[in-house]
């Protein structure tokens, strides 16, 4: 049955209609909560309150919502915050919304520094300073850079960083250009997807210069795995996060490049997604 567009639905008959027109159930949830002003955590606020009514107003907003989610819009962009590594960002439009399989890199580049009592870190491509910001929480010792080569981006990052009260360094820049260093880890997210690859149709939302890298998908990182052995310090680490199927291809690259150690990481799915390699001693 169509609800009646002049009563209120209860809360529960939200979600349903919502999961009925294809929504995910925690994407539902999550835009319910935001259209409530209630915290992203408290989805068991809502199961206590399944029967409690909508207003007219909460009711439209929601489905305002639900209809930008189905064309494929982030629900991080839609509720402007997203959480990574327990760090609540500001996320919108100009940078990359943060993957949960993303923590499989810092918990690598917190593994690559743990030995360092202040460890010197450049996180390139920073989008929403996700890494750079849940390297500096975890390790407040650390003398964190992060670099983006869009202004747009920097402004977010630096806006987290601020909110956080994390002494980050953001540089305008385009990858190790202008960097200096030495560093002991340079940890990155590219992007890494091919230019003809048809899952950028599904991410029209997202800033298309933080998506595709060429032809196949590893021009910048090309570029990186170039440019890191003059700014790494002797023993120090660069780790990157590729493709699903790109871990041969980068191990590759390092190798070249000289690198040592080089291995590979998997994500929650079990996928080596991750890839990295040492400066020789």
């Known amino acids: 049955m169509i609800p009646n567009p002049t009563t209120p639905q209860t809360v529960a008959q939200a979600l349903a209609q919502a999961q009925a027109q294809g929504?995910?159930?925690?994407?539902?949830?999550?835009?319910?909560?935001h259209t409530l002003g209630r915290p992203h955590g408290d989805r068991a606020w809502l199961l206590v309150h399944d029967t409690d009514p909508l207003g007219l107003a909460a009711q439209e907003g929601f489905e305002r919502l639900c209809r930008r989610r189905a064309a494929g819009e982030p629900v991080a962009y839609l509720t402007g915050t997203k959480e990574f590594y327990g760090?609540?960002?500001?996320?919108?439009?100009?940078?990359?919304?943060?993957?949960?399989?993303?923590e499989t890199?810092?918990?690598?580049?917190?593994?690559?520094?743990?030995?360092?009592?202040?460890?010197?870190v450049v996180d390139l491509g920073?989008?929403?300073?996700?890494?750079?910001?849940?390297?500096q929480r975890q390790r407040p010792t650390a003398q964190v850079t992060a670099v983006d080569a869009s202004a747009d981006a920097l402004e977010v990052a630096r806006g987290n960083a601020q909110r956080l009260g994390l002494p980050v360094q953001m540089r305008h820049g385009h990858w190790l250009d202008g960097i200096e260093g030495?560093?002991?880890?340079?940890v990155s997210n590219p992007p890494y997807?091919?230019?003809?690859?048809?899952?950028l149709a599904a991410l029209t939302h997202e800033p298309a210069q933080a998506l595709a890298s060429g032809a196949d998908?590893?021009?910048?990182?090309?570029?990186?795995?170039?440019?890191?052995?003059?700014?790494?310090?002797?023993?120090?680490?660069?780790?990157?996060?590729?493709?699903?199927?790109?871990?041969?291809?980068?191990?590759?690259?390092l190798s070249a490049a000289g690198f040592a150690q080089v291995q590979s990481r998997a994500d929650l799915a079990g996928v080596a997604r991750c890839t990295g390699g040492m400066r020789p001693l």
Do not use: K, M, Y
């Not at 760090?87 to 399989?101: G, K, N």
């Not at 920073?126 to 390297?135: E, M, R, Y």
């Open 23 to 33: 929504l995910a159930r925690i994407d539902a949830q999550l835009l319910l909560l």
């Open 87 to 102: 760090l609540p960002l500001q996320v919108d439009a100009r940078v990359l919304d943060p993957r949960p399989d993303t």
């Open 105 to 120: 890199l810092v918990d690598w580049a917190l593994e690559a520094i743990a030995p360092l009592p202040a460890p010197r």
């Open 126 to 135: 920073t989008g929403s300073g996700a890494i750079a910001l849940a390297l």
């Open 182 to 186: 030495p560093f002991d880890l340079i």
């Open 193 to 199: 997807i091919a230019e003809g690859d048809p899952h």
């Open 217 to 253: 998908g590893l021009d910048d990182i090309r570029t990186i795995v170039q440019q890191a052995p003059a700014r790494l310090a002797a023993g120090g680490w660069l780790l990157l996060e590729h493709g699903w199927d790109q871990a041969e291809a980068v191990q590759a690259l």
